[in-house]
């Protein structure tokens, strides 16, 4: 799967606040986060940071895709490539066609926990309304 999706209709959701809690979630966890808004979608990259990245020089991060206003959310997170904040124009396939934005790999496994409690987290606050 490339992709995991959830949409949150008549919640009332601040798409800021949503976002926000995305980094924060990111940063407590350990990761090198950059957020980027184009357009009405707020894309938030999340790595690990340290030596063995670097020199394995790999370019693969969470990806999370907040589109949508407070009664009508959607958010897509998945594994995709690391584009730095300079290369904005590349990011701009988001609106388009989600799809081309996440990876199908094999390794994807890595993240799945991440997603997991990410997902649970952010449904929790959601039906807490934040």
């Not at 490539?81 to 390794?107: A, C, H, M, Q, T």
Request: charged fraction near 30%; aromatic fraction near 8%; include cysteine.
């Amino acid at each position: 799967m490339r992709y995991t999706e959830r949409q949150y209709i008549g919640k009332n959701v601040d798409v800021e606040k949503l976002k926000d809690l995305i980094v924060l979630f990111f940063e407590d966890e350990g990761f090198v986060v950059q957020e980027t808004k184009l357009g009405g979608a707020r894309i938030v990259e999340a790595r690990k940071g340290g030596i063995l990245r670097t020199l394995l020089s790999t370019d693969k991060c969470i990806k999370v895709v907040i589109k949508g206003e407070s009664n009508d959310v959607e958010v897509m997170m998945g594994v995709g490539k690391w584009i730095p904040v300079d290369e904005n124009e590349s990011k701009k396939d988001v609106s388009i066609v989600p799809s081309k934005v996440f990876l199908e790999i094999p390794e994807s496994l890595w993240a799945y926990e991440i997603e997991h409690h990410l997902w649970v987290n952010l449904e929790r606050n959601v039906e807490m309304g934040f």
